[in-house]
Structures are given as structure tokens and as C-alpha cells.
């Protein structure tokens, strides 16, 4: 009877690994969606919120309306850029953490083009281009360091990072300040800015900006010899060398890459989202963009097409967490949807634990193998004695 | 005297320290690594485990050992039959293995890194009792490592050392090297060797594994012969003669060989007029002269090497393995620069070259490792086809550009013409069978129109049939007028295949012949590194 239970337990176990393993990418990160969404509908409960209620308002305020879509669209554009400067770089093997960074500068560079003026179409590309420049810029600092010295790049980006965080605080307070208001930098020019979408909205052509680099990057990673190359690097180094690719300048490529994803992620916070159109003093608008890009990354399965549709997803929650805080009755704090995405990201290891579970299962089953000879040992010992 | 060698005998028979009766070992895939093997071991006693890659030598020490559980078979004791559930078992029991690779940990010192195979490495009590011990240890083996230094700073005998002292503090009765002096340069093979002595002399038991056959009589009491997991041979090192042993260990020929005769019936008259072009002209294809390169871990791995490979003829290169092969292929393949040296493809200079350059050159490499380095195994089929000529103008269209269709026609193709067996050529490399991924990496870099082939084990783990395939693509490739040069560890595949074979040993040939000039042993006797065929041991 127990033996039947065991064996039937056994059997869902596996069942349910199998599924797991085989699970399907995509799948993958909707089940980490919902575990996400499901641990923070515990916690709420936990601190005697409605979840129900909230989640109702949180999507209501993210997917219900044109302004709710639009403003998770507006929030999602620069996660996807950020995101992509992550996932370039875990195709070709590396775990580059500099968005961060690279979006800073990206930023500050956009504001400059408010020194001088330009006809608006030039304006507004001579606008993305130093902001793409700057953003390239200062990611090559740790891929040289890498190629060079063999500096890892987790490191030195997160270092960098924090250079470009106190760079740019002194940027905004001391070069750029805007004379009138001492809190911001000066603002983009009129005839720079990216158009608003949706008028009424934060919604502006950004958004586009964001989706035709994601794609050129899908494009360059799976359609071209230079992509074949950093991929071939990013999964077996060895014989992508053997291969005639030269890794040093894969990685290069990618930095590269992701420095012109982040800076652009730059151009669009500045460029395309009103009101300031300028950057603020301890930059609220920007912290965080780039990490949070990383765990768009994930969701998004480091695809660039899966990284639209999360980033979309991640930009819900921030838009929608806004309406929940303000929902009468319920008002949960918008903190509760940073607990969401941090579950999210966690959830996201649950497969991979399953992956490894044979393993584990193995080890078990020989510990449990070597107890029973012991048990066994003594017993004979006994019998004898 | 019948009761007197009776009572010697069972006075030897109680003596002995552990019985291995008829093991046998088949591993997952069927490999049967071990037939019905029985070695007894003796205290005092030092046994060589003569034998060629793959005949069974590790397989056994590792069922000693207690890494490996034999299918069939049993260990005895004087005291009854034992059973090791895992090494530890085992080294409780005092038997204790050195591997070729050694389990140190680099940033620990060595008295650290012997505490830590000990039951509670990381109280600081046990790290003094550790070094109390470990000292006397040393006083008593005459063994001496620095303590206190990092053994990521100590040259690599010393890091043995330390493998063995690691062993040796367990208190252990019988102590297994694998392949010790391979890492090693002479002065210290001296001085591992004084210390076995020594140990012996202390009532040790040794197994010295080795395919050297100067070592085995330098140093063994007595040696034991295994050929394709069965024992051939146990006998008293005095009594053996070089010959006789490198005739055990090689063996008669098998399948292969009449396959090569059944070959070499139309091909004979090429084989000869191969031979004449070969005294006739000067470089080859391939011209390569005083080569020399290190390897991995800065020793010299390729020493002075001169030969040249014509087209229409299969250089064969056959050794036991390590003896500098995988780094004289990657020195002529631009995965190596080489310290010194000339070589050149058709007369262009190809060394500081990388892959791409000489690929280019007409070089086409089937690599020893199929996972490693001929394929990208999460990379679907088609990626695959194009790894190393994905820059040809064949697949590269505007803006560099991939031609999807050109490459999906050329995977077909490759499926087609190879007889390669996947569902399509947007599977995943990973997804197909061993066979199937050799025939891939055959086919793509044949495909390639190469005049010269770099093939190195081209059939490991192969089933016969995929092995046989590929045997004959190489030979079809060679009628057509390619030169190639096979590096193989499997000497019946070599000698079939090859028009002329170089017998590798310590980075060196230690000769260039036909393969009529030579016998089973002679081979034998230059794997084993001993050039004087009628020095006795």
C-alpha cells in the first residue's frame, strides 16, 4: 500500500520534472510571471491588502485604457533597449551589468544638443546619435580593460556604473544646470524632442526607436555573419576559435552593441518623455532603467522579440503600480511591484533547478544506498558479536 | 620440493594484500572495458599496468579504487571479500589513487589541501595536527613539499608529490599512479622513482600505470599486459624481455587489417607509385621542418619535428596518446603557434597563422574533439555546416548578410552526399547521434575542397559502421589526389589506412617507415619509447 504511494508520488514527481524540463522558453517565463505575480498576491494578503483588488487596478491601470496602455508602452521602450544591451552580450558569453551606465551617459549626451540649434530633423538624430555614441563609449572602457588585462567584466561595468552615476550628478548640478531652475539640466529644444504618440499621453515616437533597434539587433544576431560570429562565441568559444572567429572581436562587437542599445535608452528618456525633457538632479527618471532591463532580459529569454513583449509587460507593472497605490479603498504601495519583479526573476531559476534535479535526485538516492549498507554492516557486526 | 614450493605457495597466497577475481566491467553504452580480469597484489611490490589508450588500465584502478563498481567480479581481502562504495570506502580500507589530473586546489597550500581530504577540513586543529603529520610524514617517506606555499606556485612534480603525500597521510596500504611521469621531466621521474623504492622497501604495494616500456623495467617487480580489457600478460619483470612485452601489449591484428588488405587490392599499384613520387619529389602538400611547440603547461610538447605529406597519400601518425599529437595538429591548424619551426601549405608559410587564414589555404581539420571544438552543439544543423567558412562568399551575402537558402541547399546536400541521418537542417547539432555529428564535421570539411586533411582520431567512439564510413571517405579523398594526415591512437586504424606512418612518441618520431617495413612489435617497442630493438629489459 505505501509502496503503491510512493510509487505513484514517484511517478508525479517525475511527471512534473519532465514538464518542467521540457518546457517551452516562452512558457517558462509566463509560468515565472504568474509565480511572480503569485507570491506578491501572498504578501498583500499578509499585510491585509485585497490582491484581487489590486491586481484588478494594476492592470485596469496598465492594459484597461488607450492612457494605460500607453503609459506602460512609454515605461516599456527604454527597459527594451536596456535589456537588449544585457542579452547581446549573454549571447556572446559575457555578463555585461553596465546598462546602468551606459544609459547615464547616453542621457547627458542628449542634453547637450540643447546648446545649439539644428534643423528639427538633424536636431533630433544628431540627438540619438551622441547619446548612441556616448552609451558605446563607455562600455568599450571594460571591454578594452577585458581584452587587454582580462579585467571581468561584472567588475569593471558595475564600477563603471558608478562612475557614470556620480558623473552625471555632477554633470546635471554643475555643467549642464539650467540657470533658471537649479534642480534640472537645461531641456531639449522643442524641435528635438521625439513627437508625443498619443496625445494626452507620455507616449511619444521613442517607443518606435526602441522596437526598429530591437529588431536590427535580431537581425544582426541571427541573419548576418558578424551575429553567427558573436553567438557562435557566446556558446562554445573553443570551437567558434576553431572556426576561425576571432573572440576578441566578438566581444568587442557586442560591447559595443549594448553601449549603442543603452545610450539610445538615454535619447529616449530625455528626448521622448515629457514633461522636464531634461534631466533632474539625483536622476529619478533614469535609476534603474538599466537594471531593471536585465530582468526584462531574462523574461524576455534574451530574444529581442521576447524582450518587446516583456519589456511591455515589465512597463505594466510600473504603470499599473502607480493606479494601484491610488485605488481608494486598497491603496498598496508601489514598492509591492518591485517584490512582483523580484519574484519574477527568482521564478525564472525554477526550471533550471528542475534541469538539475537528476543530479540531485542521484545524490540522494546513493547517500540513502550507503546508510543501508551501513545499518547492514552494523547489524552483521552484531549477529557476529 | 613439491612441499616445499606448496608451502611457499600458500605462504604467498596468505600474504597477498588484495585479490581482484574476474572483473568485469560493461559501461552504459555497452563498451565492455573489462573481460574477466583477476590481479593479485602483494605488499612490497611494485606492479606496472602495461597497456595502449583504451585497453582497460584506468577502468581497473578505478574499480580498486572504488570510483567505478564492477559489473561482475569481487575484490578479496585475507579477510573476506570487500566492496567500495566510493573512494573514501576505499582509502578507509588503504588503497589510494594519484590521477593523472591532479584534485589539488590552487589557492591552498598543501598542508590545506591534505586537511581537506580528511574528515573535518576546515577546524583549525585539524589543520595543525595536519602539518604535525604531515612533517613527519615527510621525515619518514624522505618526501619534501613546502608546506606553506600555494600549490598553484609549485612545479608540477611537486604538486604530484603532494598527490602522493595527500594519499600516503590516509595511512594507506596500496597506492595507484596513473600515468605519473607523463607531467614529469626526468630529474623528477628520478625522484619519484627513488621514492616508490622507498615506499616499497616500507611494505607499500604500487601500481604503476604506464605505457612506457623503459619506465616498466626500470622500476616494476613485475608486469601485468592488458589488451582490449583482458589480460594478456602477468609476468616477472626480470624474466621479460622489451619484445615480448611490446608484443603483448600491441596484439595481433584484428578486423581492420584484413578490411585494409581487401582495400589495398586495387589501390596497391597507387600505394606503390605513392611510394616512388614520394623518394622522387621534395615537399610535399604539407612541408613542415624542425617543429617545435610547448604544450599546455609550458612543457615541450613537439620537438624538432621534419616530414612532408604528398597529395594522393595518407600520412599516418600513430602513438599512444599525449605524446604531443594534439598539440603538432594544432600548431599545423593555427590553434597553436608554435615556438619554432617552418611550415607551409603549398609553399605559403602557415605558422602564426589563425584558422581562418589557413583554412583558406586549402586545410581542412576534422578535430579530436567533436564536442569541444568541431561543433557548436546548441547551433542547428545548418549553422554547423558553415563553422569556418561562414565568411565564404558562398554564404555571405550584401551587408554581410547570411544566404539562408545557399546554406539550407549546401546542409542538404552535405545530409544527402554523407549519409547524414537528422530530421532537418534546422535541428540542433546536440540532437544527433555520435556517428551522425563525426559525419557533419567529416562532411563539412570535406566539402570544403581541401587539398590537404588534418584528420585527428577521426573514428573515436564511432560505431563500426560510422567509423568504416569515414575510413573510406578519407581513402576515397586520397585516391582523388588529397594529401591528409591522419593522427589516430588506434594503431590498426593507422596501419590500414596509411601509406607512410610516423610512430610519435615524447613530441618526437621515433621513425618514418612504410608500413610493410613494419612488425607488431617493432611498432610496439617505438610506442614504448625504446629504439634499440634488441636491448633486453
Given at each position: 500500500?505505501?509502496?503503491?504511494?510512493?510509487?505513484?508520488?514517484?511517478?508525479?514527481?517525475?511527471?512534473?520534472?519532465?514538464?518542467?524540463?521540457?518546457?517551452?522558453?516562452?512558457?517558462?517565463?509566463?509560468?515565472?510571471?504568474?509565480?511572480?505575480?503569485?507570491?506578491?498576491?501572498?504578501?498583500?494578503?499578509?499585510?491585509?491588502?485585497?490582491?484581487?483588488?489590486?491586481?484588478?487596478?494594476?492592470?485596469?491601470?496598465?492594459?484597461?485604457?488607450?492612457?494605460?496602455?500607453?503609459?506602460?508602452?512609454?515605461?516599456?521602450?527604454?527597459?527594451?533597449?536596456?535589456?537588449?544591451?544585457?542579452?547581446?552580450?549573454?549571447?556572446a558569453?559575457?555578463?555585461?551589468?553596465?546598462?546602468?551606465?551606459?544609459?547615464?551617459?547616453?542621457?547627458?549626451?542628449a542634453?547637450?544638443?540643447?546648446?545649439?540649434?539644428?534643423?528639427?530633423?538633424?536636431?533630433?538624430?544628431?540627438?540619438?546619435?551622441?547619446?548612441?555614441?556616448?552609451g558605446?563609449?563607455?562600455?568599450?572602457?571594460?571591454?578594452?580593460?577585458?581584452?587587454?588585462?582580462?579585467?571581468?567584466?561584472?567588475?569593471?561595468?558595475?564600477?563603471?556604473?558608478w562612475?557614470?552615476?556620480?558623473?552625471?550628478?555632477?554633470m546635471v548640478?554643475?555643467?549642464?544646470?539650467?540657470?533658471?531652475?537649479?534642480?534640472?539640466?537645461?531641456?531639449?529644444?522643442?524641435?528635438?524632442?521625439?513627437?508625443?504618440?498619443?496625445?494626452?499621453?507620455?507616449?511619444?515616437?521613442?517607443?518606435?526607436?526602441?522596437?526598429?533597434?530591437?529588431?536590427?539587433?535580431?537581425?544582426?544576431?541571427?541573419?548576418?555573419?558578424?551575429?553567427?560570429?558573436?553567438?557562435?562565441?557566446?556558446?562554445?568559444?573553443?570551437?567558434?576559435?576553431?572556426?576561425?572567429?576571432?573572440?576578441?572581436?566578438?566581444?568587442?562587437t557586442?560591447?559595443i552593441?549594448?553601449?549603442?542599445?543603452?545610450?539610445?535608452?538615454?535619447?529616449?528618456?530625455?528626448?521622448?518623455?515629457?514633461?522636464?525633457?531634461?534631466?533632474?538632479?539625483?536622476?529619478?527618471?533614469?535609476?534603474?532603467?538599466?537594471?531593471?532591463?536585465?530582468?526584462?532580459?531574462?523574461?524576455?529569454?534574451?530574444?529581442?522579440?521576447?524582450?518587446?513583449?516583456?519589456?511591455?509587460?515589465?512597463?505594466?507593472?510600473?504603470?499599473?503600480?502607480?493606479?494601484?497605490?491610488?485605488?481608494?479603498?486598497?491603496?498598496?504601495?508601489?514598492?509591492?511591484?518591485?517584490?512582483?519583479?523580484?519574484?519574477?526573476?527568482?521564478?525564472?531559476?525554477?526550471?533550471?533547478?528542475?534541469?538539475?534535479?537528476?543530479?540531485?535526485?542521484?545524490?540522494?538516492?546513493?547517500?540513502?544506498?550507503?546508510?543501508?549498507?551501513?545499518?547492514?554492516?552494523?547489524?552483521?557486526?552484531?549477529?557476529?558479536? | 620440493?613439491?612441499?616445499?614450493?606448496?608451502?611457499?605457495?600458500?605462504k604467498?597466497?596468505?600474504?597477498?594484500?588484495?585479490?581482484?577475481?574476474?572483473?568485469t566491467?560493461?559501461?552504459?553504452?555497452?563498451?565492455?572495458?573489462?573481460?574477466?580480469?583477476?590481479?593479485?597484489?602483494?605488499?612490497?611490490?611494485?606492479?606496472?599496468?602495461?597497456?595502449?589508450?583504451?585497453a582497460?588500465?584506468?577502468?581497473?584502478?578505478?574499480?580498486?579504487?572504488?570510483?567505478?563498481?564492477?559489473?561482475?567480479?569481487?575484490?578479496?581481502?585475507?579477510?573476506?571479500?570487500?566492496?567500495?562504495?566510493?573512494?573514501?570506502?576505499?582509502?578507509?580500507?588503504g588503497?589510494?589513487?594519484?590521477?593523472?589530473?591532479?584534485?589539488?586546489?590552487?589557492?591552498?597550500?598543501?598542508?590545506?589541501?591534505?586537511?581537506?581530504?580528511?574528515?573535518?577540513?576546515?577546524?583549525?586543529?585539524?589543520?595543525?595536527?595536519?602539518?604535525?603529520?604531515?612533517?613527519?610524514?615527510?621525515?619518514?617517506?624522505g618526501?619534501?613539499?613546502?608546506?606553506?606555499?600555494?600549490v598553484?606556485?609549485?612545479?608540477?612534480?611537486?604538486?604530484?608529490?603532494?598527490?602522493?603525500?595527500?594519499?600516503?597521510?590516509?595511512?594507506?596500504?596500496?597506492?595507484?599512479?596513473?600515468?605519473?611521469?607523463?607531467?614529469?621531466?626526468?630529474?623528477?621521474?628520478?625522484?619519484?622513482?627513488a621514492?616508490?623504492?622507498?615506499?616499497?622497501?616500507?611494505?607499500?604495494?604500487?601500481?604503476?600505470?604506464?605505457?612506457?616500456?623503459?619506465?616498466?623495467?626500470?622500476?616494476?617487480?613485475?608486469v601485468?599486459?592488458?589488451?582490449?580489457?583482458?589480460?594478456?600478460?602477468?609476468?616477472?619483470?626480470?624474466?621479460?624481455?622489451?619484445?615480448?612485452?611490446?608484443?603483448?601489449?600491441?596484439?595481433?591484428?584484428?578486423?581492420?587489417?584484413?578490411?585494409?588488405?581487401?582495400?589495398?587490392?586495387?589501390?596497391?599499384?597507387?600505394?606503390?607509385?605513392?611510394?616512388?613520387?614520394?623518394?622522387?619529389?621534395?615537399?610535399?602538400?604539407?612541408?613542415?621542418?624542425?617543429?617545435?611547440?610547448?604544450?599546455?603547461?609550458g612543457?615541450?610538447?613537439?620537438?624538432?619535428?621534419?616530414?612532408?605529406?604528398?597529395?594522393?597519400?595518407?600520412?599516418?601518425?600513430?602513438?599512444?596518446?599525449g605524446?604531443?599529437?594534439?598539440?603538432?595538429?594544432?600548431?599545423?591548424?593555427?590553434?597553436?603557434?608554435?615556438?619554432?619551426?617552418?611550415?607551409?601549405?603549398?609553399?605559403?608559410?602557415?605558422?602564426?597563422?589563425?584558422?581562418?587564414?589557413?583554412?583558406?589555404?586549402?586545410v581542412?581539420?576534422i578535430?579530436?574533439?567533436?564536442?569541444?571544438?568541431?561543433?557548436?552543439?546548441?547551433?542547428?544543423?545548418?549553422?554547423?555546416?558553415?563553422?569556418?567558412?561562414?565568411?565564404?562568399?558562398e554564404?555571405?551575402?550584401?551587408?554581410?548578410?547570411?544566404?539562408r537558402?545557399?546554406?539550407?541547399?549546401?546542409?542538404?546536400?552535405?545530409?544527402?552526399?554523407?549519409?547524414?541521418?537528422?530530421?532537418?537542417?534546422?535541428?540542433?547539432?546536440?540532437?544527433?547521434?555520435?556517428?551522425?555529428?563525426?559525419?557533419?564535421?567529416?562532411?563539412r570539411?570535406?566539402?570544403?575542397n581541401?587539398?590537404?586533411?588534418?584528420?585527428?582520431?577521426?573514428?573515436?567512439?564511432?560505431?563500426?559502421?560510422?567509423?568504416?564510413?569515414?575510413?573510406?571517405?578519407?581513402?576515397?579523398?586520397?585516391?582523388?589526389?588529397?594529401?591528409?594526415?591522419?593522427?589516430?591512437?588506434?594503431?590498426?586504424?593507422?596501419?590500414?589506412?596509411?601509406?607512410?606512418?610516423?610512430?610519435?612518441?615524447?613530441?618526437?618520431?621515433?621513425?618514418?617507415?612504410?608500413?610493410?617495413?613494419?612488425?607488431?612489435?617493432?611498432?610496439?617497442?617505438?610506442?614504448?619509447?625504446?629504439?634499440?630493438?634488441?636491448?633486453?629489459?
Open positions: 500500500m505505501s509502496s503503491e504511494v510512493t510509487k505513484s508520488s514517484s511517478r508525479l514527481w517525475r511527471a512534473t520534472g519532465r514538464t518542467l524540463t521540457g518546457l517551452n522558453p516562452a512558457l517558462e517565463s509566463v509560468l515565472a510571471g504568474v509565480v511572480g505575480l503569485l507570491a506578491g498576491a501572498l504578501l498583500m494578503w499578509i499585510w491585509g491588502y485585497d490582491p484581487w483588488k489590486a491586481y484588478m487596478a494594476m492592470f485596469r491601470g496598465a492594459y484597461g485604457d488607450s492612457y494605460g496602455l500607453a503609459s506602460s508602452a512609454a515605461r516599456g521602450a527604454p527597459l527594451i533597449l536596456t535589456a537588449l544591451t544585457f542579452s547581446i552580450c549573454v549571447r558569453g559575457m555578463f555585461n551589468i553596465g546598462a546602468e551606465g551606459q544609459l547615464y551617459m547616453g542621457a547627458i549626451a542634453v547637450t544638443i540643447g546648446y545649439f540649434t539644428l534643423p528639427s530633423g538633424l536636431h533630433i538624430t544628431a540627438g540619438i546619435i551622441f547619446a548612441m555614441i556616448a558605446a563609449v563607455w562600455s568599450l572602457v571594460p571591454a578594452i580593460l577585458k581584452l587587454t588585462r582580462g579585467v571581468h567584466e561584472v567588475i569593471s561595468t558595475i564600477m563603471f556604473n562612475i557614470a552615476r556620480f558623473l552625471a550628478f555632477y548640478a554643475f555643467i549642464l544646470v539650467d540657470p533658471m531652475r537649479g534642480e534640472k539640466t537645461i531641456s531639449i529644444p522643442m524641435n528635438a524632442r521625439f513627437p508625443i504618440l498619443v496625445r494626452g499621453t507620455d507616449l511619444s515616437y521613442s517607443l518606435f526607436a526602441a522596437v526598429l533597434f530591437a529588431i536590427v539587433i535580431y537581425f544582426i544576431l541571427w541573419h548576418t555573419t558578424m551575429g553567427y560570429e558573436v553567438r557562435a562565441s557566446g556558446f562554445n568559444p573553443k570551437a567558434a576559435r576553431y572556426g576561425g572567429i576571432k573572440s576578441k572581436r566578438t566581444m568587442l557586442s560591447f552593441l549594448g553601449g549603442l542599445a543603452a545610450g539610445l535608452a538615454g535619447a529616449t528618456v530625455v528626448m521622448g518623455n515629457p514633461p522636464t525633457y531634461a534631466v533632474i538632479s539625483g536622476l529619478p527618471q533614469l535609476m534603474n532603467v538599466g537594471f531593471d532591463g536585465m530582468a526584462v532580459a531574462m523574461v524576455g529569454r534574451n530574444h529581442p522579440i521576447g524582450i518587446i513583449i516583456a519589456a511591455l509587460f515589465f512597463g505594466g507593472l510600473t504603470a499599473g503600480g502607480r493606479v494601484m497605490q491610488f485605488y481608494g479603498s486598497n491603496p498598496v504601495p508601489l514598492e509591492m511591484v518591485r517584490i512582483v519583479m523580484g519574484a519574477i526573476v527568482l521564478a525564472m531559476s525554477i526550471p533550471e533547478l528542475f534541469r538539475i534535479f537528476p543530479a540531485i535526485k542521484k545524490q540522494g538516492t546513493e547517500l540513502f544506498s550507503l546508510l543501508r549498507r551501513l545499518t547492514s554492516r552494523v547489524s552483521h557486526k552484531e549477529g557476529s558479536a | 620440493m613439491t612441499e616445499s614450493t606448496a608451502r611457499a605457495k600458500e604467498e597466497e596468505q600474504e597477498f594484500f588484495l585479490r581482484a577475481e574476474k572483473i566491467k560493461v559501461y552504459s553504452d555497452g563498451t565492455v572495458a573489462l573481460k574477466e580480469a583477476t590481479l593479485e597484489i602483494h605488499p612490497s611490490e611494485i606492479i606496472g599496468l602495461l597497456g595502449e589508450n583504451g582497460g588500465k584506468t577502468t581497473l584502478t578505478k574499480i580498486l579504487s572504488g570510483l567505478l563498481p564492477p559489473t561482475k567480479g569481487r575484490v578479496i581481502s585475507p579477510r573476506g571479500p570487500v566492496r567500495f562504495g566510493s573512494p573514501r570506502e576505499a582509502l578507509d580500507f588503497i589510494g589513487m594519484v590521477y593523472q589530473h591532479f584534485a589539488l586546489v590552487g589557492t591552498f597550500t598543501a598542508a590545506e589541501n591534505v586537511a581537506l581530504s580528511h574528515e573535518h577540513p576546515f577546524s583549525t586543529i585539524q589543520l595543525a595536527d595536519t602539518k604535525k603529520g604531515l612533517e613527519q610524514l615527510m621525515e619518514e617517506s618526501l619534501h613539499v613546502p608546506l606553506d606555499v600555494p598553484e606556485k609549485l612545479a608540477v612534480g611537486e604538486q604530484q608529490r603532494v598527490e602522493v603525500l595527500k594519499v600516503l597521510s590516509r595511512d594507506v596500504d596500496l597506492l595507484i599512479l596513473d600515468e605519473p611521469t607523463s607531467v614529469l621531466t626526468p630529474l623528477e621521474v628520478n625522484e619519484l622513482f621514492l616508490l623504492r622507498r615506499l616499497r622497501k616500507d611494505g607499500k604495494s604500487i601500481i604503476f600505470i604506464t605505457h612506457k616500456l623503459k619506465e616498466v623495467g626500470s622500476i616494476t617487480d613485475r601485468v599486459v592488458l589488451r582490449h580489457g583482458e589480460m594478456v600478460g602477468d609476468l616477472k619483470t626480470a624474466g621479460a624481455t622489451t619484445e615480448q612485452l611490446a608484443r603483448l601489449m600491441v596484439g595481433k591484428a584484428i578486423d581492420v587489417e584484413a578490411r585494409a588488405v581487401e582495400l589495398t587490392e586495387e589501390e596497391l599499384p597507387h600505394r606503390e607509385s605513392a611510394r616512388v613520387e614520394e623518394m622522387k619529389s621534395g615537399p610535399g602538400i604539407l612541408h613542415v621542418e624542425n617543429l617545435n611547440a610547448r604544450g599546455d603547461t612543457k615541450i610538447a613537439v620537438e624538432d619535428l621534419s616530414f612532408d605529406v604528398h597529395a594522393g597519400e595518407i600520412f599516418g601518425v600513430a602513438g599512444v596518446e605524446n604531443g599529437q594534439t598539440e603538432l595538429v594544432e600548431s599545423l591548424t593555427g590553434l597553436r603557434v608554435p615556438t619554432s619551426g617552418v611550415a607551409t601549405i603549398n609553399g605559403t608559410n602557415i605558422l602564426g597563422k589563425d584558422p581562418r587564414e589557413i583554412y583558406r589555404l586549402g581542412a581539420h578535430p579530436e574533439n567533436r564536442w569541444e571544438l568541431g561543433l557548436i552543439l546548441p547551433f542547428t544543423l545548418a549553422e554547423n555546416a558553415i563553422l569556418g567558412v561562414h565568411q565564404w562568399d554564404f555571405k551575402g550584401p551587408l554581410s548578410f547570411l544566404r537558402r545557399k546554406i539550407n541547399q549546401h546542409v542538404q546536400e552535405l545530409m544527402e552526399r554523407f549519409e547524414i541521418r537528422a530530421t532537418g537542417p534546422s535541428a540542433p547539432a546536440k540532437s544527433l547521434s555520435g556517428g551522425n555529428q563525426q559525419k557533419l564535421i567529416v562532411g570539411e570535406l566539402a570544403k581541401p587539398d590537404i586533411i588534418v584528420a585527428a582520431q577521426p573514428t573515436r567512439g564511432l560505431d563500426i559502421g560510422s567509423a568504416q564510413y569515414i575510413r573510406d571517405l578519407l581513402v576515397e579523398m586520397r585516391n582523388n589526389g588529397r594529401a591528409i594526415l591522419l593522427v589516430s591512437a588506434d594503431l590498426d586504424e593507422v596501419l590500414a589506412l596509411s601509406d607512410r606512418i610516423a610512430i610519435m612518441y615524447e613530441g618526437r618520431f621515433m621513425t618514418i617507415a612504410l608500413p610493410a617495413d613494419l612488425d607488431r612489435e617493432t611498432i610496439g617497442l617505438l610506442m614504448g619509447g625504446v629504439t634499440a630493438v634488441k636491448e633486453g629489459v
